[in-house]
């Protein structure tokens, strides 16, 4: 037996080199930094639902007696109750702590170190995040200016051997959906297409009906945004019935814990609440983009999910960003390749937009000068 070394040099190679993935802080986090109550927060920086979930989760949460128990392992009453309300058959369900448990067990079913994986950047960072894990290459296929698809170049990279593509719709942090006539094509090539449709139910758009057609094709969906339940992790996945059954096998058993369970049935059941709050904030996206586009030094892309990207003409948006945090008011800042200088800003509740647009404008064009 040789001496005795240190463990990390057991980690995985690629994983101890890897990049992480950075997520924004939680409000207990930025309020302790910032030195002010969570309630003086306006947080507008992970694309939450301000209005929070139905009422009735926190009296089934309140009510609920087996917090001591497993749940279900094949979740059978929650999938029953998806099912309905996405229009797809019990048996092509899985659930999963966070649609992003999801996406990663699809890239777990499809990337072997060394595959390639195509991906349609400015997007979510979690599937870059995931190549990485799995340790694919990571074909990058830049969107368009206006930030639709670049349909011929990711068809080539599918013919070129990726084996798999996530996409969002509505993307994140674009706010665009893409048309469904482009799906069909892609669908057409020999690779695993995942459509992301987190913000869905702000678009009225949904590709799930498309599953049981296409054995390619995979929709991960959440209640973190249309029902507010972002804290509870509470995602699935539609998959064709075949892979599904695959997916039971080699996922972790319980992931879905009993108080996600309970809060997604007692949403369901208050569906009625729920829409009437995706309308007020479909309203105030609407009214916050009609403001924005009065700031001159902004530029507003028009959105169909619960947030508005803005391109910053001429302060940086990292100094923005920084302003507006220091009155407490959390955006997100982008400067990358593909998304020069921008901030994203979460629909909130009427007064929330108000006290970012009366910071935006205290700024004027003079910020970081
Ligand atoms: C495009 C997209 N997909 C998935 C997620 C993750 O959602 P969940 O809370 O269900 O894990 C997010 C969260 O911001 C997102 O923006």
């Known amino acids: 037996m040789g001496p005795k070394r ?27 930094d910032l030195g002010v109550a969570e309630e003086d927060i306006v947080k507008l920086d992970g694309n939450e639902n301000q209005y929070g979930p139905s009422p009735k989760v926190a009296e089934a949460l309140g009510g609920f007696g087996f917090y001591h128990l497993y749940p279900d ?7 029953e109750a998806v099912a309905a309300y996405v229009g797809a058959d019990a048996s092509q369900i899985v659930m999963g702590n966070g649609s992003d448990e999801l996406l990663s067990i699809a890239a777990m079913l499809f990337l072997s170190p060394g595959d390639t994986m195509a991906n349609a950047p400015p ?18 296929v830049e969107r368009n200016e206006d930030f639709g698809l670049d349909l011929p170049a990711l068809e080539r990279a599918l013919d070129d051997g990726a084996k798999m593509l996530y996409i969002a719709s509505p993307n994140n942090p674009s706010g665009n959906c893409f048309p469904r ?21 702000f678009s009225g758009e949904s590709f799930v009906d498309m599953v049981t057609e296409h054995d390619n094709l995979i929709v991960a969906r959440t ?10 992790r509470a995602g699935y996945a539609v998959f064709p019935a075949a892979l599904a ?10 992931n879905l814990t009993v108080a996600a369970e309970q809060a997604i049935l007692a949403s369901l059941e208050d569906r009625e609440w729920l829409n009437e709050n995706i309308a007020l904030i479909v309203a105030e996206r609407e009214r916050l983009f009609s403001r924005l586009m009065g700031l001159p030094w902004l530029r507003p892309y028009p959105s169909q999910a619960n947030f508005i990207l803005c391109e910053v003409r001429g302060p940086a948006a990292k100094d923005v960003c920084d302003r507006l945090a220091e009155q407490g008011i959390m955006v997100r800042y982008f400067d990358s390749p593909g998304l020069r200088n921008c901030i994203r800003i979460s629909v909130g509740k009427p007064d929330h937009s108000d006290r970012v647009l009366d910071a935006l404008k205290g700024m004027g064009a003079g910020v970081g000068k």
């Open 6 to 32: 240190n463990a990390l040099h057991l980690v995985r190679r690629h994983l101890a080199a890897m990049p992480g993935y950075k997520p924004m802080d939680s409000i207990d986090v930025v309020a302790r």
């Open 73 to 79: 392992p094949e979740q059978r009453r929650v999938r």
């Open 123 to 140: 997007t979510f960072g979690v599937y870059t995040f995931l190549g990485h894990v799995y340790d694919a290459n990571i074909v990058q």
């Open 181 to 201: 006539d482009q799906l069909e094509r892609l669908l057409a090539h020999n690779a695993m297409i995942v459509v992301d449709e987190a913000y869905a139910e």
């Open 223 to 232: 209640f973190s945004k249309w029902a507010g339940l972002a804290g509870l």
């Open 245 to 254: 059954e695959i997916v039971w096998n080699v996922k972790v058993p319980f």
